[in-house]
């Protein structure tokens, strides 16, 4: 017994440890952070040896981060913390859209443990609106990268984001705004880029140089240059030959060519060559597909892509993020880089997102409200215009009402007590100074009544002979008539507004409903551009896109509720006015008949 009370006190006090660490916080200026893992073993990218200072290309998509809203709107306040939760990674951003909900940064990762289960890990922090910018491109790199392109910045403008800013020196590819990172680059059959000899892009024998780039052939009957470097009679290159792709070393006659044995399938493909250690290596997609023995030597010539130095071997087709390092890059670093590059990116694992706590912790309903998209709270914008209109109306109406019903009882306790004269009410009323009635609107019936009746007769007159002065009966049709014609007036006047209400109850849900349906279409379609199914990625979304239906359903009960109980006061008093009216041209007729 003793022995169980010490082990389950000491697995509190660890639970305790865990959770503490666990809730630690980088900088408390930053509202928000993300946890990201990496997944390197076989059933995520499957790189089996540790890596150091990898580039990570993180893809924030409404499939896995539902909070652009929370961050600036540049991205400037993103901050990379490694899973000390104390150390900054350095890092870029090559595009943040936060309209459009898309993000691409690179991260450059010290340490990635091969074979680990999702043990090693960044956390992204964001949501700081006085945080500065802190991108670093050129830190982003090791120092053995020589160029790195990912064409994110106009033709004609810088593009190398390494530290050693190998420009090109000729650049005649299309622009590709759709291309597999952000932005990209098209080769027809005459256009390359070319970037002139410089010291960080020599190849040498002893420490080696590696290839890679991203690829997407239109046409693979022929033989297409990718990249290569190039001097006189040598080069290092990576070509795509009868479909399939090739490394090639040359040196006057003798050429060494490593060949994938499968040919490339449609889409985008990672293709990297290796050369060190008298060794030729290809690798397709991060795996290696071929390895020859090749006699390197020392190389410093000017690097062609979509072409060779002659004009020949041209490639058509679509390239993306072009890199070069003065090294020879492992197998497992090239895998790595493939698979967090791609959009079927295994090697991230896109964790929860947690707010600083600040005492009390976020609800549900909050947390649902900050996933809200542009176009529902547009919905939500008018839905509430239209909730603050009807309870206005409502409040308004009632109060409208009540002074009518009032007024109304006062004055039937006052024309009940006349039994014989009807005109005697009017004149009691007069000399008090106006009505003392207020609203009431069959103190206005029996006025237009009575006006009509003295229309008529004289009251002055009185008896004319000895005789009752008389009022025909079409003289009380017509009577009837006018106050007819004021009574529906009247009705008019109470049921004014009213069509607002039926516009808030049937209108509101529909409203409702249809920023649900959009807000689901743009979930749906930011996954499927993802590329990323999970709950994860499907319920926050969906969630927020409900929010402009229960606002709509907020809108229609209390409008439905009202106008019930407004129709029902307004038709009583209908039913009043309509029964006074019977009641005073049965009361003229008698008296003036």
Not at 245 to 250: G, I, L, Q
Not at 434 to 456: D, F, I, N, V
Not at 491 to 516: A, E, H, K, R, Y
Request: charged letters at 15%; glycine letters at 8%.
């Amino acid at each position: 017994m003793l022995r169980t009370r010490i082990l389950s006190s000491l697995v509190l006090a660890l639970g305790l440890l865990g959770s503490q660490s666990a809730h630690a916080w980088w900088n408390d200026e930053w509202a928000f952070r993300k946890e990201l893992t990496f997944n390197l073993t076989p059933a995520g990218a499957d790189v089996a040896s540790n890596v150091q200072d990898v580039p990570v290309l993180v893809r924030l998509s409404l499939a896995n981060f539902t909070y652009f809203n929370d961050a600036k709107p540049d991205g400037s306040d993103l901050r990379f913390i490694a899973a000390d939760d104390k150390t900054p990674l350095k890092f870029h951003v090559e595009k943040f859209d936060a309209q459009s909900q898309i993000a691409l940064i690179w991260v450059r990762v010290p340490q990635l443990t091969g074979g680990a289960e999702k043990t090693d890990k960044v956390y992204l922090y964001y949501g700081n609106q006085k945080a500065k910018d802190a991108s670093d491109a050129a830190g982003s790199y090791d120092g053995t990268t020589s160029l790195v392109y990912h064409f994110a910045a106009p033709v004609g403008s810088p593009q190398d984001s390494a530290s050693y800013k190998n420009e090109p020196a000729q650049l005649t590819a299309e622009a590709n705004t759709a291309s597999l990172i952000g932005n990209g680059v098209h080769f027809s059959a005459d256009q390359v880029i070319a970037v002139n000899a410089a010291p960080s892009l020599t190849l040498k024998a002893a420490s080696g140089m590696t290839l890679s780039a991203w690829v997407r052939p239109e046409s693979t009957a022929s033989v297409a240059q990718v990249v290569g470097l190039e001097e006189g009679g040598r080069a290092f290159s990576l070509a795509i030959e009868s479909g399939r792709a090739v490394a090639h070393w040359r040196d006057g006659s003798k050429d060494v060519a490593v060949r994938a044995t499968t040919d490339l399938t449609e889409g985008w493909h990672h293709l990297a060559a290796r050369a060190s250690s008298g060794k030729l290596t290809l690798f397709v997609d991060g795996t290696v597909a071929g390895e020859s023995p090749a006699p390197l030597a020392d190389l410093a010539g000017r690097l062609i892509v979509g072409a060779t130095a002659a004009g020949g071997s041209r490639y058509v087709g679509d390239l993306d993020e072009l890199q070069v390092a003065n090294a020879a890059r492992s197998d497992g670093w090239i895998r790595a880089s493939a698979r967090s590059q791609g959009m079927d990116a295994p090697l991230l694992v896109y964790g929860g997102d947690a707010q600083k706590e600040s005492g009390a912790s976020e609800s549900y309903f909050t947390s649902t409200l900050r996933n809200v998209t542009v176009d529902g709270w547009v919905i939500i914008g008018v839905l509430a215009v239209m909730f603050v209109a009807s309870i206005l109306i409502m409040i308004f109406k009632i109060i409208y009402l009540n002074r009518i019903a009032s007024g109304n009882v006062k004055f039937m306790a006052d024309y009940q007590s006349i039994v014989d004269d009807p005109a005697s009410l009017e004149s009691r009323a007069n000399q008090n100074g106006g009505s003392p009635y207020g609203q009431s609107t069959l103190w206005r019936l029996y006025r237009l009544g009575m006006a009509e009746a003295h229309k008529r007769i004289d009251p002055q007159q009185g008896a004319v002979d000895g005789a009752q002065q008389v009022i025909g009966a079409p003289a009380i049709e017509a009577i009837r008539a006018t106050l007819d014609a004021s009574q529906t007036r009247m009705g008019q006047s109470l049921g004014n507004q009213m069509v607002w209400l039926t516009i808030s109850i049937s209108g509101g849900p529909f409203l409702g409903l249809l920023g649900t349906v959009v807000g689901v279409m743009i979930t749906f379609a930011a996954i499927a551009a993802a590329g990323e199914v999970n709950v994860n990625a499907i319920a926050p979304g969906t969630a927020a896109a409900l929010v402009a239906t229960t606002a709509g359903l907020a809108v229609a009960i209390p409008c439905l509720f009202g106008y019930n109980y407004l129709n029902t006061r307004i038709k009583e008093i209908t039913t009043d006015m309509r029964v006074f009216v019977d009641e005073l041209v049965a009361r003229l007729a008698e008296t003036y008949s």
